[in-house]
């Protein structure tokens, strides 16, 4: 497999480069964990790097390759968004009891597929 010398920025990595494998594509992956093992043997703490381009060129603004940059919170990616898929906060706004129409008079029948009327202002 192909890998490529890719710099870190931020975080416990900061200024270091690693070898990166690629993927398929020729690409690194979107997010890069480190396990970092606990001296005391508790759990390993998980560092978290995202991928964002290194650069452009001024001339062409071609693409000058990758680089990491650490993320703090280390939320992981949701992967692709579908039109489909619900977001995170009206998922948990439904687990607090709080649906999306409570109160507004609509209707929550399954076969009710018909937007609110004043819904564009």
Known sequence: MKSEDT???????????????????GHPPKTYRVPVPDAAGGPPTVLVYRRVQAGRSNRLGL???WKYEYDPEGKRAHGLKWPWSKAEAKTEAKADGQGEGEGKGKSDAPGDATPDPHADE
């Open 7 to 25: 710099p870190f920025v931020g975080g416990p990595l900061d200024g270091r480069v690693l070898p990166v494998l690629l993927g398929p594509t």
């Open 63 to 65: 693409h000058q390759g």
